[in-house]
């Protein structure tokens, strides 16, 4: 509020006329709002591993740590990559103070059979009492 004391008369009160401009804002929010859009379906988080199937089917139990491999051999601990040198310490680190030390490993098929075999001697080496293979269910024709 301004006094506004004009010609000595008594002082009387005024409003500022002060006003916020949203167009601008809108224009942001709308920029904003398309280019969200367009990114949020290739943020999708999940590792590309294509599983070999078989005739039986597995239901990984809660409250085990997933491992994947993918084709170009990154490893995956719960969405973070780690280095297969480090995969060890890494899995010391995670089941510290863990009771049950249960892994399942999510490995791409085409990957070579001493690879695999390789990264679950490293499981075995850091403590981990339960190794189980994720796989998909073959689907009937």
């Known amino acids: ?5 004009n010609n000595n008369r008594t002082p009387r009160l005024t409003p ?8 601008p804002l809108v224009d942001v929010m709308l920029v904003l709002l398309i280019i969200f859009m367009i990114t ?3 943020m999708q988080s999940g590792i590309n591993v294509n599983l ?6 597995t239901n ?12 170009d051999h990154y490893i995956y601990m719960d969405d973070h990559v780690v280095n297969l040198y480090l995969l060890e310490s890494k899995l010391k ?3 510290h103070n ?6 399942f490993l999510k490995a791409d098929k085409e990957l070579s ?16 009492e339960t190794i189980g293979i994720i796989v998909e269910e073959k689907k009937e024709k």
């Open 93 to 95: 680190e995670y089941f």
């Open 40 to 42: 949020a379906p290739m």
């Open 1 to 5: 509020m301004q006094i506004n004391n």
């Open 16 to 23: 500022n006329l002060a006003e916020i401009n949203v167009t």
């Open 113 to 128: 059979h001493g690879y695999v075999t390789n990264v679950m001697g490293i499981l075995i080496k850091a403590g981990v």
């Open 60 to 71: 990984p139990n809660t409250g085990g740590l997933i491992i994947s491999i993918t084709k």
């Open 98 to 103: 863990k009771k049950k030390k249960v892994v």
């Open 52 to 57: 070999p199937t078989v005739e039986t089917k």
